[in-house]
Structures are given as C-alpha cells and as structure tokens.
C-alpha cells in the first residue's frame, strides 16, 4: 500500500499527518509504528489522522497515535495546531476557524493572521479517578489548597526517590513537579520511571516545571509513549494550570519548551485553557507500508 502523507510539526513535536477524508484508513500498529520510526519509516512523536466528521457541529474528526507505540491516544496540543494548517493547506477547509472531534472531547482551533495557531482546550479535570490516577493512602501536601502527591518512585531503598506531583487531564493525563532549574531536571531516570507509575492505570505524561516569573516557565515533559519530546502542548496546558492552581502563575503565561514558546490562558475553574503556539509544514512524501 502507498500512503500520501505530511510531515509537520508545532515547536518541534513533530507529526506525520494524514488524509483520511475520502477512504477509511485502518492502519495496523506495526504501520502506524514505521511511519513513527526515525530510522525505518518517516520519523514523529505522533500520527495525527484527519476523518470526515461523524457528528453533527464539528467540521471533521481528529485521531492521535503515538508513534513509538501505535496507541492510539485522547489528546495532542501541537497536533491539533497543526490539523488545521493542514486542512487548510490541503484544501479541506477554507475556514480559520474549524471544530474537531477528538476520542473524548471537541476541540475549537483558530488560525490567526500571523500564523500561529489558538486552540480552545476545554476545561482541566483535576479528580484523580478521571486520570485515572489513585491516590489511596497518600496524604497529599496542600499548597494554596491544590493537592501535591508524594509518588513513590519505587527504588525499593529507604528514602528513595519522592516525586511530588500534581495531576490534571487535559483530556489525556498529565503529572506535573516543580523543578529548580529544567535542564539539570531528572527527564532522562524519572521520566520513566513516573509514566509507568503503578498509580496510573493507564500511563501518564510527565512535566519538569521551572517557574521564571508568574508569566514565564521552562518545560520539558517525558510523554506517555513517546520519551522526551521538543513540547508538549498539553504539558504545556496542564504545567499552566497546576502552576495557576498552586499560585505560583498569573493567568496568561509563556512555556518555553525546547522547541519553541507556547502561550497559554486560563482563568480559573469553569473556564477553558487556550494555547498559542506555531504550526508548520515541513515536506509532503509518499511512503510503500
Ligand atoms: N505531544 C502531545 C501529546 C501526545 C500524546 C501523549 N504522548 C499521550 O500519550 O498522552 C501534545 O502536544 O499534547
């Protein structure tokens, strides 16, 4: 089979994208696993796949498979940057503003004059079962009356390796710790170690957060299924929002990752989160799978 697709990325996450709009595309794992493959296929943290919409108030539907595992996924912030650039670009959809359904939730995405790309990301969900993560016999630390759980690492030695977290979904499930200086952080040993936490059942996202001031942090997240990425865009999302919720962050905030700044907006319970950020094209190919 020949597969048309885009290689794109939003501040360095980088995406191969395809056209599902015509002909359903039912790729298997180990399809979905070569085009995330840097050295046997093309190469992205994850496939983002553009379907027609299958409900009436959203423009198409919008599919995410993490690329080193083929999994498909609920949420990718920079990849719905990059959806509406691409449908754009293809021809799919003249309009600057399009509607998407994702596996559990719909997504607003707005192309702005200069380029960049607003994404509407709903509200956070904050209850642990949700993540899922279970919290049973942790007493949390409360700071400005926001929980910051103690995760055991598992290293089996007598003070051991504490994380100190705080959990948000954006959909797709997210730990967070404060970090005195991003780059000396411990990605590499536990990043790991945090994504496959016995306590979340299905994974989870992890976030190293350096709060500059109360509208500028550094980011780096160990992604579910994906290691260390350039950003994460619902890292960035929910860093923002555990930061806004623990009071150390003002409500408008920029998170410089390694691949670029994202701009996030929250204004509290009740709102939605809105990210800034870019969308690129980088080449278009055929792939034989
Ligand atoms: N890069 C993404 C998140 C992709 C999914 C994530 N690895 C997961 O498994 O939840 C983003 O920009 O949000």
Wanted: hydrophobic share 40%.
């Amino acid at each position: 089979m020949r597969l048309r697709f885009t290689k794109m990325h939003g501040a360095g996450n980088d995406f191969v994208v395809l056209d599902a709009t015509q002909a359903p595309l039912a790729l298997s794992r180990d399809q979905l696993r070569l085009l995330g493959d840097r050295r046997f296929g093309v190469g992205a943290d994850q496939i983002l796949v553009v379907e027609a919409a299958d409900r009436p108030g959203v423009d198409f539907r919008y599919r995410i498979f993490n690329g080193a595992s083929g999994d498909e996924v609920e949420q990718c912030g920079n990849g719905s940057r990059c959806f509406v650039r691409y449908v754009r670009d293809h021809g799919l959809s003249e309009r600057d503003t399009i509607r998407v359904a994702t596996v559990n939730n719909e997504l607003e995405l707005r192309l702005q004059a200069d380029g960049r790309v607003t994404v509407d990301m709903n509200q956070p969900v904050f209850e642990p079962a949700r993540l899922p993560f279970d919290p049973s016999g942790l007493v949390p630390r409360m700071v400005n009356g926001f929980e910051l759980w103690p995760l055991d690492l598992g290293d089996g030695d007598a003070g051991g390796d504490t994380a100190e977290v705080a959990v948000v979904s954006m959909g797709n499930p997210h730990a967070v710790l404060r970090v005195p200086e991003v780059d000396a952080a411990p990605v590499a040993s536990w990043g790991p170690r945090i994504e496959v936490h016995a306590r979340f059942a299905r994974k989870v996202n992890a976030g190293f957060l350096q709060v500059v001031s109360r509208s500028e942090v550094k980011l780096r997240v160990f992604e579910r299924d994906a290691g260390e990425t350039l950003a994460c865009g619902t890292g960035a999302c929910a860093a923002v929002v555990a930061g806004i919720r623990l009071g150390w962050l003002d409500s408008k905030v920029d998170v410089h990752t390694r691949g670029g700044v994202l701009t996030i907006e929250w204004n509290g319970p009740g709102h939605s989160v809105l990210m800034t950020g870019p969308a690129v094209t980088v080449f278009e190919g055929e792939i034989e799978l």
